[in-house]
């Protein structure tokens, strides 16, 4: 069906909601609020959203929900995360990064088979649909099964195959990223997006990453990398390349010519800023997982300054231990008061904005979503804010950022489907797989 038959085809209409969006064209904290608002979506995308009533071409529809009551958001960007990791959350905490990574994380990773990842990626996929995200970075092995559950789950997801160049079997992982490029990129009703996944620089070789980019260049495809996330990988990257940081080391190579998406960007410097901000690389901002490691602090309110694309990620489930991304926006914004001694910095807005056009900007996908304007994607949720927590109703901005919980997500709608309605997932037997990953994570902690 070409785009202009389907635009006049209304599949839902949502009325009577507050409608909250960043806006594409605003500066990073511009959010827009209609008191009394409607949005219509027809073939996957959103047609409509403004005051009601709308337009009389976007009045009526197949589905119409009455939203009295509730806030319609776009739907909320993890831009980094790792999502099978659900299986080992709890396994291992309060250790130092690398004692975590090489005693406990990696080890039992070497048993993962791909029923665990589809298990474990099905358990991420419901958790943060409840939790009204509806597009998420992920960086794993095994990434066909993930492919499987974003595609039985409905929610939007860009996966790249993570490649560890230092291990004997790089050239087969990257293989199995360009297989998986060919075999899923654009799949689900376009709801797939690949990217490749060399791990970090620390764990890939210069001459791995150069295969890795002839790769990303044959395809057009993006990157999605670690970058400084330790001081001591920074201190590292310095003594064996010349004094260059991993990012002044990454531009070097060429590598930020590829649509980059750079998680953590903890130890950075004025001149990696403006590497990050000149070659548009999108930086996915932790700020749980860089608490809960002991990282460090992302210099956020200078790269946001310096026109960096930064999105929140809540990384893998062992070091976060959720993927609540409203939670990353409330901390990201109580983190970077307090480490700013100033708490006008990261307001609320530009927390909303981080969580969502944010994120899409960190990976690209701008054009495609992170708002609620017309010709996007059709990626929206309704808040129920008829709750205590919710009230007076002074600013219900503030209340998102600084009040709200995953729990209060009542509808998740991705691609103009329906996936969450009333607190109900559509389409997933969500006690199957609590029991089935539940299994699965007994057995691979039995192994390991
Ligand atoms: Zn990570």
Same mark, same amino acid.
């Given at each position: 069906?070409?785009?202009?038959?389907?635009?006049?085809?209304?599949?839902?209409?949502?009325?009577?909601?507050?409608?909250?969006?960043?806006?594409?064209?605003?500066? +990073?904290?511009?959010?827009? &609020?209609? #008191?009394? =608002?409607?949005? $219509?979506?027809?073939?996957?995308?959103?047609?409509? %959203?403004? /005051?009601?009533?709308?337009?009389?071409?976007?009045?009526?529809?197949?589905?119409?929900?009455?939203?009295?009551?509730?806030?319609?958001?776009?739907?909320?960007?993890?831009?980094?995360?790792?999502?099978?990791?659900?299986?080992?959350?709890?396994?291992?905490?309060?250790?130092v990064l690398m004692e975590w990574l090489e005693e406990?994380?990696?080890?039992?990773?070497?048993?993962?088979?791909?029923?665990?990842?589809?298990?474990?990626?099905?358990?991420?996929?419901?958790?943060?649909?409840?939790?009204?995200?509806?597009?998420?970075?992920?960086?794993?092995?095994?990434?066909? +099964?993930?492919?499987?559950? &974003?595609? #039985?789950? =409905?929610?939007? $997801?860009?996966?790249?195959?993570?490649?560890?160049? %230092?291990? /004997?079997?790089?050239?087969?992982?990257?293989?199995?990223?360009?297989?998986?490029?060919?075999?899923?990129?654009?799949?689900?009703?376009?709801?797939?997006?690949?990217?490749?996944?060399?791990?970090?620089?620390?764990?890939?070789?210069?001459?791995?990453?150069?295969?890795?980019?002839?790769?990303?260049?044959?395809?057009?495809?993006?990157?999605?990398?670690?970058?400084?996330?330790?001081?001591?990988?920074?201190?590292?990257?310095?003594?064996?390349?010349?004094?260059?940081?991993?990012?002044?080391?990454?531009d070097s190579i060429g590598l930020f010519e590829f649509?980059?998406? +750079?998680?953590?960007?903890?130890?950075?410097?004025?001149?990696?800023?403006?590497?990050?901000?000149?070659?548009?690389?999108?930086?996915?901002?932790?700020?749980?997982?860089?608490m809960k490691l002991a990282s460090g602090i992302a210099?956020?309110?200078?790269?946001?300054?310096?026109?960096?694309?930064?999105?929140?990620?809540?990384?893998?489930?062992?070091?976060?231990?959720?993927?609540?991304?409203?939670?990353?926006?409330?901390?990201?914004?109580?983190?970077?008061?307090?480490?700013?001694?100033?708490?006008?910095?990261?307001?609320?807005?530009?927390?909303?904005?981080?969580?969502?056009?944010?994120?899409?900007?960190?990976?690209?996908?701008?054009?495609?979503?992170?708002?609620?304007?017309?010709?996007?994607?059709?990626?929206?949720?309704?808040?129920?804010?008829?709750?205590?927590?919710?009230?007076?109703?002074?600013?219900?901005?503030?209340?998102?950022?600084?009040?709200?919980?995953?729990?209060?997500?009542?509808?998740?709608?991705?691609?103009?489907?329906?996936?969450?309605?009333?607190?109900?997932?559509?389409?997933?037997?969500?006690?199957?797989?609590?029991?089935?990953?539940?299994?699965?994570?007994?057995?691979?902690?039995?192994?390991?």
């Amino acid at each position: 069906m070409t785009e202009a038959a389907c635009d006049k085809k209304v599949d839902i209409v949502l009325e009577g909601m507050t409608v909250i969006s960043p806006v594409s064209s605003g500066k +990073a904290e511009t959010v827009t &609020v209609i #008191d009394k =608002g409607t949005v $219509a979506i027809g073939c996957g995308k959103i047609l409509y %959203a403004g /005051p009601s009533p709308a337009p009389p071409e976007f009045r009526s529809a197949k589905k119409r929900i009455d939203a009295s009551g509730m806030i319609a958001l776009p739907g909320f960007v993890n831009a980094h995360t790792h999502t099978a990791m659900t299986l080992l959350r709890g396994y291992a905490d309060d250790m130092v990064l690398m004692e975590w990574l090489e005693e406990k994380i990696w080890p039992i990773e070497a048993h993962l088979d791909s029923e665990d990842v589809y298990w474990g990626t099905m358990l991420a996929c419901i958790e943060m649909i409840r939790a009204g995200v509806t597009t998420f970075a992920d960086q794993y092995f095994f990434m066909d +099964a993930a492919a499987k559950a &974003v595609r #039985d789950t =409905g929610i939007r $997801a860009c996966l790249a195959r993570g490649l560890i160049g %230092a291990s /004997p079997d790089s050239s087969r992982a990257l293989q199995e990223n360009i297989d998986l490029y060919k075999a899923w990129h654009g799949e689900a009703d376009g709801r797939i997006t690949v990217m490749f996944g060399p791990h970090a620089p620390y764990t890939c070789p210069l001459d791995f990453l150069e295969k890795v980019m002839a790769a990303a260049e044959e395809y057009d495809a993006g990157m999605h990398i670690h970058l400084s996330e330790t001081r001591g990988e920074v201190e590292e990257s310095k003594a064996r390349h010349g004094g260059m940081s991993p990012i002044e080391l990454m531009d070097s190579i060429g590598l930020f010519e590829f649509r980059t998406l +750079a998680a953590h960007c903890v130890h950075v410097s004025p001149k990696d800023i403006e590497i990050l901000s000149a070659k548009g690389v999108g930086v996915a901002h932790n700020p749980t997982s860089n608490m809960k490691l002991a990282s460090g602090i992302a210099p956020v309110p200078a790269m946001l300054k310096a026109g960096v694309k930064v999105g929140l990620g809540t990384d893998g489930a062992s070091s976060n231990n959720n993927l609540d991304l409203l939670e990353e926006a409330r901390l990201a914004a109580f983190l970077h008061k307090l480490a700013e001694n100033d708490p006008t910095v990261i307001p609320a807005g530009q927390a909303l904005a981080m969580a969502t056009l944010g994120g899409a900007k960190a990976m690209g996908m701008d054009s495609e979503m992170g708002s609620l304007e017309p010709g996007k994607k059709a990626d929206l949720i309704l808040l129920d804010v008829n709750k205590p927590h919710m009230h007076p109703r002074h600013d219900l901005i503030s209340h998102i950022i600084y009040s709200a919980r995953a729990d209060d997500v009542a509808t998740v709608i991705i691609n103009g489907q329906t996936v969450m309605e009333d607190g109900v997932l559509v389409g997933v037997d969500e006690q199957e797989v609590l029991a089935k990953a539940e299994e699965r994570a007994k057995a691979l902690v039995a192994k390991a």
